[in-house]
């Protein structure tokens, strides 16, 4: 289902012999938002460090995430997570491109509930806290939050899943307390990719992650702004930079 008045565009990508055909939104924020993750590479995989057997992909917009890990980590079963309905409604259609994939409308936080959720015009920046930027119209929509950790529990019950062994987090200002809601979850993934939007949110993801895990690589792009990839440590050689 095309949401009203948006101009969709059709992309295909391809790493070796594989290939994905992707719908988006025909705008200035997709084509940036695919630069960064098919050209940049922010999601890159981490050398040395196996395959995930199954992706949580948290504020999968409408998928370009879900289909870069596709590409790289073709046996993956991957699970997306979309609030927008908007973003959701393209995210559907890519799910049945991607294969093995599912995704949800709902937004993951620190507990269960309704919400105000804030629809930005650039998609990109919709958010459950206002955004910060001017002059970026936004519209009010409600959606259903769910508590990380109990969410991400019952998707490994329903469909048999061993954990999650790479979790991605893009949520424009969440990122802090669903990883807090992940409690054990995110000890067992061996890869975390996940942006920050503030330098304390920074500071504060080091602090909570560093006990499993290492920051491996990261790109900054403002002191407030940025995408850091954590590897856990026990999957580190010793001796092995991270």
Known sequence: MQPAGTTLTTTCFKLGERELNLVGRDDSSSRLVMREIFQDRVYAPVAGIAPPRVVLDIGAHTGFSSGFFRLVYPDAAIMCVEPDPDSFAILSGNVERIGNCRAFNLGLFE??????????????????????????????????????????????????????????????????????ALGDRVGQAGVIHLEFHSHADRRAIDELLCRTHTLCHGRIERADLGTLTYVATRLLAPGKPG
């Open 111 to 180: 507990r269960d509930g309704v919400a105000h959720f804030n629809a930005a015009q650039i998609s990109v920046l919709s958010s459950l806290f206002p955004v910060k930027y001017d002059g970026v119209p936004t519209q009010a929509a409600q959606v259903t939050l769910r508590h990380a950790g109990a969410f991400a529990n019952e998707l490994c019950a329903q469909f048999a899943l061993p954990g999650f062994d790479l979790i991605k987090i893009d949520t424009e200002g969440a990122e802090l307390p669903i990883l807090a």
